[in-house]
């Protein structure tokens, strides 16, 4: 079982539009949660992150965690073509470790279509 | 600019080179990290490194080597590498690594090995 699962997509939708990305993880003990966006050929920027359950808003973007679920989503409201990406959900757990570390999803490709 | 720089940005290497990547970070932060990311698969965490001292070394095949002198330089020095290998080499540093609420990734570099 991946730890962090995300649907691949392509996720398309038209300019304007609510775009969903959605990301489930399987360790219970997750503290933090977080969406990164990466351009093609660059490097992944961090632009949410939740700690609590509930939304937290940001701009156009909306996370969403829900721990008893364990499931994460990030909503972008008024997509624009400048959205299309790849969105990469991360979860920090200690993993039995000492010390906290992210687990990434393989990514969700999102394609804004004007 | 995240602050997270890395050199050089692109590398091509036979498989009896030695090369070094370069990392720096200019945010203060205590933690820096070294991933790995191939084409369809996730983000794999390789070595983390906290106030110099390593923490994790994420079954790492001994080709890679990694090296902390301060909290503001990570090396990753490489030798006798494979094909397999190519990938992009991202750098990201966090504030602490107990609890990475918040990393940020240098631009990569993208290794080829021919």
């Known amino acids: 079982q991946k730890e962090v699962e995300q649907n691949s997509g392509p996720l398309s939708v038209p300019e304007g539009a609510i775009a969903s990305l959605n990301c489930t993880y399987s360790?219970?003990?997750?503290?933090?949660f977080f969406w990164y966006r990466q351009y093609s050929g660059k490097s992944p920027e961090l632009i949410m992150s939740i700690y609590s359950n509930g939304d937290k808003e940001d701009g156009r973007f909306t996370a969403q965690l829900n721990k008893a679920s364990q499931y994460v989503s990030l909503l972008i409201r008024d997509s624009q073509p400048s959205d299309s990406a790849t969105y990469l959900c991360a979860v920090n757990n200690a993993g039995g470790t000492s010390y906290g570390k992210l687990t990434f999803g393989q990514g969700t490709i999102l394609t804004v279509h004007p | 600019e995240t602050g997270v720089t890395q050199t050089p940005r692109h590398l091509v290497m036979g498989m009896t080179n030695k090369k070094s990547l370069k990392c720096e970070q200019h945010l203060g932060h205590n933690a820096m990290y070294w991933y790995k990311q191939s084409a369809k698969k996730p983000l794999e965490l390789m070595f983390v490194?906290?106030?110099?001292?390593?923490?994790e070394n994420n079954s790492v095949p001994s080709r890679f080597s990694p090296e902390c002198p301060n909290s503001s330089h990570l090396f990753l020095h490489l030798h006798t590498l494979q094909p397999e290998d190519s990938a992009l080499y991202l750098c990201a540093s966090s504030q602490d690594s107990t609890d990475p609420r918040e990393q940020y990734f240098g631009p990569g570099t993208r290794l080829t090995v021919t």
């Open positions: 490194y906290s106030l110099e001292e390593r923490v």
């Open positions: 360790d219970r003990g997750s503290q933090s």
